[in-house]
T-cell receptor, first 112, second 114 residues
Framework: EPEVTQTPSHQVTQMGQEVILRCVPISNHLYFYWYRQILGQKVEFLVSFYNNEISEKSEIFDDQFSVERPDGSNFTLKIRSTKLEDSAMYFC??????????FGPGTRLLVL | GNSVTQMEGPVTLSEEAFLTINCTYTATGYPSLFWYVQYPGEGLQLLLKATKADDKGSNKGFEATYRKETTSFHLEKGSVQVSDSAVYFCALSDKRQGAQKLVFGQGTRLTINP
């Protein structure tokens, strides 16, 4: 069964460094998302992406964040200058029909 | 804005007990409703969904009915197993132009003891 994959599974970085989180959505899906879950808190929407552009973003998704679909398979989330409060689990999701989103296993980011 | 509220956890039950995890929502319009499950060390998996009022979603013995009159989508299972131990998230879809986002509840950690 097709699934969403994410790399790396864990990433440790120093405050102020740039990180890129990678996702490979399910191949025929058209809509892509990033969510995050700070430890012990709700899963929060960050951004949605369709037709090679951002369709919606939350107030969390400030100028330090960017997304890209550099080729036909990858979908990346870049954090330009990480802060301590960016430490969280980041989930990628994709959907074909805008109805059911399929999630990847997540990348646990720790900013020191 | 749209929101989802789940019952406080953690919930601990014995094997074969009846499970209810309450979920209520606030939304404009007619959202779709979902239950996702997160097993230890894994990502979010769709458990079941309902797209309109009075629909019942079901999977793996779990059920939830979309109740518009009470704005609820409670998750139930008649006889839980140790393997059901996980965190359960209630969510609604928030349809916007061109895409939709999910709004999640805070999650309920369920532990089933043998």
């Amino acid at each position: 069964e097709p699934e969403v994959t994410q790399t790396p599974s864990h990433q440790v970085t120093q405050m102020g460094q740039e990180v890129i989180l990678r996702c490979v959505p399910i191949s025929n899906h058209l809509y892509f998302y990033w969510y995050r879950q700070i430890l012990g808190q709700k899963v929060e929407f960050l951004v949605s992406f369709y037709n090679n552009e951002i369709s919606e973003k939350s107030e969390i998704f400030d100028d330090q964040f960017s997304v890209e679909r550099p080729d036909g398979s990858n979908f990346t989330l870049k954090i330009r200058s990480t802060k301590l409060e960016d430490s969280a689990m980041y989930f990628c999701a994709s959907t074909y029909d805008q109805e059911t989103q399929y999630f990847g296993p997540g990348t646990r980011l720790l900013v020191l | 804005g749209n929101s989802v509220t789940q019952m406080e956890g953690p919930v601990t039950l014995s094997e074969e007990a009846f499970l209810t995890i309450n979920c209520t929502y606030t939304a404009t319009g007619y959202p779709s409703l979902f239950w996702y499950v997160q097993y230890p060390g894994e990502g979010l998996q769709l458990l079941l969904k309902a797209t309109k009022a009075d629909d019942k979603g079901s999977n793996k013995g779990f059920e939830a009915t979309y109740r518009k009159e009470t704005t609820s989508f409670h998750l139930e299972k008649g006889s839980v197993q140790v393997s059901d131990s996980a965190v359960y998230f209630c969510a609604l879809s928030d349809k916007r132009q061109g895409a939709q986002k999910l709004v999640f509840g805070q999650g309920t950690r369920l532990t089933i003891n043998p």
